[in-house]
């Protein structure tokens, strides 16, 4: 464009030369035409000479300025030109740039996708080693439980093995001839010769085994356990050379627990009247921590068939109910035999022949329980539901019922059933302080309930017309226990108590007095020891003691010391010393004296145990 204008205006000023040029030829002409003329003018005007001059310096002027000109326009020209020159090598640049910029973006695009698929990889190299170290670590754990499995897994259900291994002792100052285990109720008063001798056993036998099976389907999980130990004995067991006890079943039952809190057990468990550490859960039992299998006095227990039915309130609350094996146990003093509710065991049908008795009952005992965990502690309420039976016959004693002396009856005359209900009420109650101190309390109280205590008092006597009278009895007990990780200390005291029940037996002119704990009672030689009758060295004197028992009472302190627990199982070692009274009915030494006999026993037990992992 520049370079346009340049041009233009050289043609301008070219053709203004030009016309100056032609106009000056016409001046020159048309003063020739007429030299007269001219002639006189020049002679009053300037010469040619110095007006060609005058035009030549002003000919020599404009080409000065177009020289100028062109030399400015030459100078722009050159301008223009390297201003196209930097414009080519900006747009050169740019394109370079741009070339440059679109490589880099592309570059970018592909770095980022690189980076993106590094990241990737990362991703994949991690998971694929936390993949690995998981595999390796199931591998690993797998490896371990081939070697030191937790349990077994068969067919999809997860067995667990358990127990432990015992090396066991008692010493007794005031022998009883009893094993491990301590029989509360039959502690002996002064006057028996046994009473004079102390005693000391060693037993393996409260060695335990268990297995807990587990399988979960959609709704509901399934458990069966089994635990057993040796603490029974066979009709031909003994002490003497191979020590011959038999597996004794402890537990036996299956469960379904449903998800919706619901769950339903059966077979032969604790009863649900023994506390627990968790709702009413099984395998929670909150046994005390005594080396005696008896427990301690005041314990409320029974390990017996039943059928359970509970439901969870979202881990806080509790219902449940059973129905309960039923037994009676039964003493009675100076009754006639006019009534009968059970046997000894038909061996045909199972049962022990030689050592049991079994009462034939009506119903089984009904149990119902409410526990709750507020957020501090475990306090449990229940109730029990037993009704007692036995066949009276009337004409026994014919002197006692009119109809049977006017009709000269056979004694089996008007023999007929006869049925007594029975119940009674409990709470339990267990406290953690600064969570390594466990306080507790139970009670029991009712009629008819005594056979749920340890002491395994009795149930029931008997009336003069040979109908059963539930005994009332209660029961206590008060446990405090620290728990650290070595070590375990525990102190008990505990009472059960039965009431007495006794009436007058008109046809029964000698001893008139009938049922448990009556006063007139023969307590004459509680206090004196009498020979042997017989000479085989295993029977002490016999004693006019009727003994009625009243109440007994435990207390109870040792401790537990951990000397190994870990994956390869637990080893722990403990002591305990025990203070047991027996106190029975005052009855009568003479016809003028009465007397009220009491037994006393100190017991220190010991034991090394080895639990499976």
């Not at 002409?29 to 110095?50: C, F, I, L, Y």
């Not at 300025?65 to 030399?71: A, C, F, P, R, Y």
């Not at 994956?567 to 009220?596: D, H, I, M």
Request: aromatic fraction near 10%; include cysteine; charge should be neutral.
């Amino acid at each position: 464009m520049k370079r346009i204008m340049a041009v233009v205006l050289s043609m301008a000023f070219a053709g203004s030369v030009i016309a100056a040029q032609a106009q000056q030829g016409t001046t020159t002409a048309t003063t020739a035409k007429s030299p007269r003329k001219k002639m006189v003018a020049k002679k009053s005007e300037r010469s040619v000479s110095e007006q060609l001059s005058e035009m030549k310096e002003a000919i020599d002027a404009q080409q000065r300025q177009i020289k100028q000109l062109s030399d400015l326009v030459e100078s722009r020209d050159q301008k223009i030109q390297q201003l196209e020159q930097r414009l080519d090598q900006s747009q050169t640049v740019a394109v370079q740039a741009q070339t440059k910029a679109d490589t880099a973006v592309a570059q970018t695009t592909e770095q980022q996708h690189t980076v993106m698929a590094l990241k990737s990889d990362v991703t994949d190299l991690k998971t694929n080693a936390t993949n690995a170290a998981t595999t390796l670590q199931e591998t690993q754990k797998r490896m371990g439980d081939l070697e030191s499995p937790l349990a077994i897994h068969f067919k999809g259900v997860t067995l667990t093995p358990g127990g432990f291994l015992a090396a066991e002792s008692v010493y007794r100052n005031r022998a009883l001839g009893s094993d491990i285990n301590t029989p509360f109720n039959s502690v002996n008063m002064p006057g028996a010769g046994q009473n004079q001798l102390s005693e000391f056993f060693g037993s393996g036998r409260q060695s335990r085994i268990s297995l807990l099976a587990e399988g979960k389907i959609s709704s509901a999980k399934l458990s069966g356990y089994y635990e057993a130990d040796f603490l029974s004995s066979g009709a031909t067991s003994n002490n003497n050379e191979s020590n011959s006890y038999t597996l004794r079943q402890r537990q036996v039952w299956g469960q379904a627990a449903l998800n919706n809190g619901w769950s339903f057990t059966g077979g032969q468990m604790w009863s649900l009247v023994t506390e627990t550490k968790k709702g009413v859960d099984n395998r929670t039992e909150a046994t005390p921590l005594t080396i005696d299998p008896a427990y301690t006095v005041g314990f409320s227990w029974a390990r017996q068939y039943g059928f359970r039915v509970a439901k969870n309130f979202n881990n806080h609350f509790w219902l449940a109910a059973s129905l309960e094996n039923p037994q009676t146990t039964f003493s009675a003093t100076n009754n006639a035999p006019n009534f009968a509710f059970g046997s000894a065991g038909n061996s045909s049908g199972l049962y022990n022949a030689f050592n049991g008795l079994y009462s034939f009952n009506a119903m089984p005992d009904v149990i119902v329980k409410a526990a709750f965990e507020p957020g501090f502690g475990h306090y449990e309420v229940f109730g029990i539901l037993s009704r007692f039976r036995d066949r009276i016959y009337p004409c026994v004693e014919p002197g006692t019922n009119p109809a049977c002396t006017a009709t000269g009856a056979t004694t089996a005359t008007d023999a007929q059933n006869n049925s007594r209900n029975a119940g009674g009420v409990g709470g339990n109650a267990r406290v953690t302080f600064a969570k390594h101190v466990d306080f507790g309390l139970h009670a029991l109280y009712g009629n008819g309930v005594a056979r749920y205590g340890a002491s395994t008092l009795p149930d029931a006597t008997v009336n003069p017309n040979g109908t059963l009278a539930p005994l009332r009895s209660y029961q206590g007990l008060v446990t405090l226990e620290w728990h650290s990780p070595k070590l375990d200390v525990y102190l008990n005291g505990g009472e059960e108590y039965v009431g007495r029940h006794y009436q007058v037996d008109g046809a029964n002119k000698t001893m008139p007095l009938v049922g448990y704990g009556a006063p007139s009672f023969n307590d004459s030689n509680c206090y004196t020891e009498t020979a042997p009758s017989a000479g085989s060295g295993y029977a002490f004197g016999s004693l006019t003691c009727s003994g009625n028992t009243q109440s007994t009472i435990e207390g109870t302190f040792g401790f537990w010391l951990r000397l190994y627990h870990g994956p390869k199982g637990r080893l722990q070692f403990g002591p305990q010393y025990s203070y047991l009274v027996r106190n029975a009915w005052y009855g009568a030494a003479s016809s003028t004296v009465e007397v009220t006999p009491h037994g006393i026993d100190n017991m220190f037990m010991t034991s090394f145990r080895y639990y499976l992992p």
